[in-house]
Nanobody
Framework: QVQLVESGGGLVKPGGSLRLSCAAS????????VGWYRQRPGKQRDLVAL???????NYADSVKGRFTISRDNGKNTVYLQMNSLKPEDTSIYYC???????????WGQGTKVTVSS
């Protein structure tokens, strides 16, 4: 049974930092591309950052230079380091794992990030 569990969200002031974690069980992370997405109320879920199974990373323009995605396959965990946070980063953040070649997809339940003074 596959499970993705996000953690690390919370309330932070503008300019602050948070590190989100996405821990997986029931799958081998090194066979998956993993992405962080965010969704605001009434909006679509947008890709924030993606890391491939070969550790290539891509970012949305809005977070380039501020966010860093990384993975620790030994711990079956993917991280999103978020620096210089802005109020517009406020959202629920979700991680998604997509199996290479096969394409099966798993989502976590989300973790809420609020950036406010």
């Amino acid at each position: 049974q596959v499970q993705l569990v996000e953690s690390g969200g919370g309330l932070v002031k503008p300019g602050g930092s948070l590190r989100l974690s996405c821990a997986a069980s029931g799958l081998t992370y090194d066979l998956y591309h993993v992405g962080w997405y965010r969704q605001r109320p009434g909006k679509q879920r947008d890709l924030v950052a993606l890391i491939t199974n070969r550790n290539n990373a891509n970012y949305a323009d809005s977070v380039k230079g501020r966010f860093t995605i990384s993975r620790d396959n030994g711990k079956n965990t993917v991280y999103l380091q978020m620096n210089s946070l802005k109020p517009e980063d406020t959202s629920i953040y979700y991680c998604k794992a997509q199996r290479i070649m096969i394409g099966e997809v798993y989502w976590g339940q989300g973790t809420k990030v609020t950036v406010s003074s």
